[in-house]
Nanobody
């Protein structure tokens, strides 16, 4: 089973940037579709972004298009989420997730999850 550990969260002002990292171990990283989800207090877990096994395909929720960029480094077993132009509504715990089949925007399709990293955007 692959293990995932997120890092890079923190507190930023609206309009600022953060880069989240997810380190994978215990599996063949290049065989996993990777995604980021987020969950704000009192809200359901929301899809944010995904990247295909090779890194050649990405997909984003509409609310972050043009602001967030997902990428991966298979040699380093890492996936990243670059977040620019952050808004207060981006405040949430961000989770890294992995699945071994096809790309999906649904949390229930993902097999492995990290523990999350807090992102707080102040206005």
């Amino acid at each position: 089973q692959v293990q995932l550990v997120e890092s890079g969260g923190g507190l930023v002002q609206a309009g600022g940037s953060l880069r989240l990292s997810c380190a994978a171990s215990g599996g063949t990283f290049s065989l996993y579709v990777m995604a980021w989800f987020r969950q704000a207090p009192g809200k359901e877990r929301e899809f944010v972004a995904l990247v295909s096994r090779s890194g050649g395909f990405t997909n984003y929720v509409d609310s972050v298009k043009g602001r967030f960029t997902i990428s991966r480094d298979n040699a380093a077993n890492m996936v990243y989420l670059q977040m620019n132009s952050l808004k207060p509504e981006d405040t949430a715990v961000y989770y890294c997730a992995a699945r071994s089949i096809a790309t999906s925007r649904y949390a229930y399709d993902y097999d492995h999850w990290g523990q999350g990293t807090q992102v707080t955007v102040s206005s």
